[in-house]
């Protein structure tokens, strides 16, 4: 996390006067000459500051020297000057430095609350390897004002390269609060960081009463190919998102997320953590959890369109409720669809179901499929009104490690189509014999 988090910069621009705050912090590549590379690229934005009359306002935005040449100790004309001489230059270069160092103090010295001339005078400090004199001029000018991002972000390296974990997302939280447009670039590093298992305690507090921002990071992270693990072990080990429909919106999507990648233990883990139980990746049921959206695609999912689709309807004396799916003439598609995570071995699939109506090119069939596309089963069902039960007999090889069921239904040539029941269906694993 340290090595993360200490990786951020300010963005670079030409022109500070149109950059965003969510254009003031950026995350570089790992340098070998980490100090100097991040210093040189800083660039501090916020100069839309309170002024004394319009006319000096307009002079200040659009030529700093202008508004100095009229009052040279022209405080905000100062810092603008400054701003740009570290967007355009840099702090490479000692001279540059210097010339930085003299107009911040004169900007200081001029008026004394002055927050991004102290953190400018600070980042001249750090270029120059004086962290004790940079720290407090940093700490100042975010207690000034938390909209200080540069600031706010020195402070936050220096907490992370310390090992402060706690202390370093404070920062982020503040310019991620009053700043919500740098989530764009906060984002990764915080994602990066997060695969440092010793940055995991201080996460779960934001896990288990989330600021406005999480939510949005929660769903960026189950989208990173690399913090989707981690995040998934903080919520699997007593850090569960909070009981709400958006947070459990999330959980589906997280398992979604992880069926995707593959990560198939880590989603039997996250399932048994939200309350499900192994038995949801295991189960064709059409009750219970199997139907919460919660766990995403290892619940059933129905699905629909103008021509084909599906929905649960109750059963006289059912416990559970059976599934009508239909198609219209010159009509096909997936209608309903389960992700699964079964063990290497045999299974038998059994769905009782019946025809309600269709023509002889009409069809009903389940086909099951590894993760990796490799067909497990495809099985028509017979078209008949008469109540049946298909039994589908397939196995689970060591390199199928998750799997889908999907029903499809085809309308055939003929009005109106397809419309078939499907009743409970079940799965069970079958012993080899000898």
């Known amino acids: 996390m340290a090595t993360a988090m ?16 969510a254009q003031v912090i950026e995350p570089v590549a790992k340098a070998s000459r980490f100090r100097l590379v991040l210093l040189a690229a800083m660039a501090i934005t916020g100069i839309c500051l309170a002024t004394t009359t319009a006319a000096e306002q307009v002079l200040r935005k659009s030529n700093p020297d202008l508004a100095l040449q009229i009052n040279p100790e022209n405080a905000n004309a100062l810092t603008v000057k400054v701003q740009r001489l570290i967007s355009d230059r840099g702090l490479e270069k000692p001279n540059t430095r210097k010339l930085i160092e003299s107009l911040a103090k004169r900007s200081i010295r001029s008026e004394l609350v002055n927050p991004r001339s102290l953190a400018a005078l600070g980042a001249v400090y750090e270029a120059n390897g004086d962290r004790e004199r940079a720290f407090p001029l940093f700490s100042v000018a975010s207690k000034m004002t938390q909209r200080e991002l540069f600031a706010q972000l020195w402070l936050a390296n220096y907490e992370a390269q310390d090992g402060k974990f706690e202390d370093a997302l404070k920062h982020y939280d503040i310019m991620l609060r009053v700043s919500p447009r740098t989530s764009q670039l906060l984002f990764p590093v915080l994602a990066q960081a997060m695969v440092n298992p010793g ?4 996460y779960r507090q934001y896990f288990e009463s989330p600021p406005e921002w999480f939510f949005s990071f929660v769903r960026f992270v189950i989208h990173d190919k690399n913090a989707i693990a981690p995040a998934v072990m903080i919520m699997s080990t007593g850090s569960r998102l909070p009981d709400s429909e958006l947070y459990n919106a999330l959980e589906g999507e997280t398992l979604g997320s992880l069926f995707q990648r593959h990560n198939f233990v880590e989603a039997a883990k996250f399932m048994a953590a939200i309350g499900g139980g192994p038995k949801v990746g295991r189960s064709v049921s059409f009750s219970g959890d199997n139907r919460d959206d919660r766990f995403g695609p290892f619940a059933w999912q129905p699905s629909s369109n103008a021509s084909v689709g599906g929905g649960y309807e109750s059963q006289l004396g059912g ?26 071995g045999n299974y038998e699939f059994y769905v009782p179901y019946s ?16 993760a990796d596309g490799q067909t497990l089963f495809d099985h028509a069902l017979r078209n008949t009104q008469a109540p049946r039960t298909a039994r589908i007999a397939f196995k689970v090889g060591a390199e199928c490690r998750g799997q889908t069921i999907q029903l499809i239904v085809t309308g055939g040539d003929t009005y109106p189509g397809v419309e078939v029941l499907i009743l409970e269906p079940s799965l069970r694993s079958v012993q080899n014999t000898p």
Do not use: N
Not at 6 to 21: C, F, G, L, Q, V
Not at 199 to 202: G, N, Q, R, V
Not at 323 to 332: E, L, N, Q
């Open 319 to 344: 416990t559970t409720p059976a599934f009508r799916a239909s198609a219209a003439a010159i009509s096909s598609g997936v209608v309903l669809s389960k992700a699964l995570v079964l063990a290497d």
């Open 355 to 370: 025809f309600v109506e269709g023509g002889e090119a009409s069809q009903a069939r389940w086909r099951g499929i590894c």
């Open 6 to 21: 200490a990786t951020i910069t300010a963005t670079h621009m030409k022109s500070p006067m149109e950059r965003t705050d």
């Open 199 to 202: 940055s995991w305690p201080a």
